[in-house]
């Protein structure tokens, strides 16, 4: 499964969520993909994630979109929806 994640350097729920991201990867070992929204402006864009940040989008192994996470989540919500779209 790879993980495009989205932040940027001045979100607070960001730095949060990094540390409780870098802990669950180590346990599911995602492709991951970090997009900061001012540096990546357009790459970003074309994923339209709106203006809350995080935002984490799922992918399968053909690159089809599973899911999105949006905003600060409990390592344990992070885990029942990883679990979800498995």
């Known amino acids: 499964m790879k993980v495009i994640k989205v932040s940027a350097v001045w979100c607070g729920a960001c730095l949060i969520m990094n540390k409780r991201w870098k802990e669950l990867n180590t346990k599911y070992n995602f492709e991951t993909i970090s997009l900061d929204v001012d540096v990546d402006e357009d790459v970003v864009e074309k994923y339209n994630t709106g203006e809350k940040l ?7 192994d053909e690159n089809k979109e599973l899911g999105r996470l949006i905003g600060e989540k409990s390592t344990s919500q992070i885990e029942e929806f990883i679990e979800g779209i498995r």
């Not at 995080?54 to 399968?60: G, L, T």
Request: proline share 14%; no cysteine.
């Open 54 to 60: 995080p935002v984490f989008i799922f992918f399968d």
